[in-house]
């Protein structure tokens, strides 16, 4: 068992505040029913299934780990959401053992849920804990992944660190997040990223990656975008906030007002090649 403790950070409340009003509940109502996902999806090989696009997301940390060939790995998943990717790959790979940490205690219920329905073994668990003071033992998963999570963060550094302990040695990291390629100079693309990050809660889009790995010991730095794969689902979340702001006679909170703008905001941060959807991986010595 691993002690379950949180460090409340400046932005902590306002990250679990955004994903109570704008996820976790439609989570819980059948949004996303399938993959639980509360991440983009890759539209990979003509695929145009919303729900296998987030399930193809999945897929690729499996083929980052190389679980077909060796299954039996320990896991954590940082920012785990609802525990919809750890509890996917516990049920494709039954000899993987994944546990998922994430600051709000809301979504780590509701990941306990409904891993006792969905999962065939018992082989995942889930605490309510901050990624950045993991307090977990030295050298202890084979690999670490955050999906769209560690962008929520001012303390990246932190999570390196963190990440960077717990791993063994030649261990491996994977993030897949929102990465900024191009800082934006224009007056409209400024507005537009101050919409996104202050809607969806973002600290920053991964401005210092390289330095910070470095600095946490990570080696074997690779960055590929992902942002073709996952412009079908932009667009859809954007086409979708579109029309439901157009909506007469509809008050929508301002947290959920905040969220909608950033779907829009996104697809032309993207179109405009000011921040980019990647995969990011790293290995420790």
Request: hydrophobic fraction near 40%.
């Amino acid at each position: 068992m691993i002690e379950e403790k949180v460090v409340e950070l400046g932005t902590t409340e306002q990250v679990e505040d955004y994903y109570a009003e704008c996820w976790t509940n439609r989570i819980e109502a059948g949004h996303n029913n399938e993959s639980l996902a509360i991440h983009q999806g890759l539209y990979t090989n003509g695929d145009e299934n919303f729900e296998n696009a987030k399930l193809n997301l999945n897929n690729l940390l499996a083929k980052e780990f190389e679980l077909d060939k060796e299954p039996g790995k320990l896991i954590l998943d940082a920012g785990c959401g609802v525990g919809g990717s750890a509890i996917y790959l516990a049920n494709m790979y039954p000899e993987l053992r994944v546990i998922g940490v994430n600051i709000s205690k809301p979504q780590v219920e509701s990941a306990r849920i409904f891993a006792e329905k969905r999962l065939n073994q018992a082989s995942v668990e889930f605490y309510h804990k901050d990624y950045t003071h993991l307090q977990m033992p030295g050298e202890m998963v084979d690999s670490v992944y955050a999906v769209e999570s560690i962008c929520h963060t001012p303390q990246k550094q932190a999570f390196y660190r963190e990440a960077h302990s717990i791993l063994k040695a030649r261990g491996k990291l994977v993030l897949i997040d929102y990465f900024m390629i191009n800082p934006p100079l224009a007056d409209s693309d400024l507005e537009m990223l101050h919409n996104f990050q202050s809607g969806w809660q973002i600290a920053d889009c991964h401005e210092n990656y390289l330095e910070e790995l470095a600095i946490a010991g990570f080696e074997n730095v690779q960055l590929t975008d992902l942002s073709k794969d996952v412009q079908k689902g932009i667009a859809r979340s954007h086409n979708k906030a579109i029309e439901k702001l157009s909506l007469k006679n509809v008050n929508y909170s301002g947290l959920m007002m905040g969220h909608l703008k950033a779907c829009i905001a996104l697809r032309h941060l993207v179109s405009r090649k000011i921040i980019s959807y990647c995969v990011l991986t790293a290995s420790k010595a």
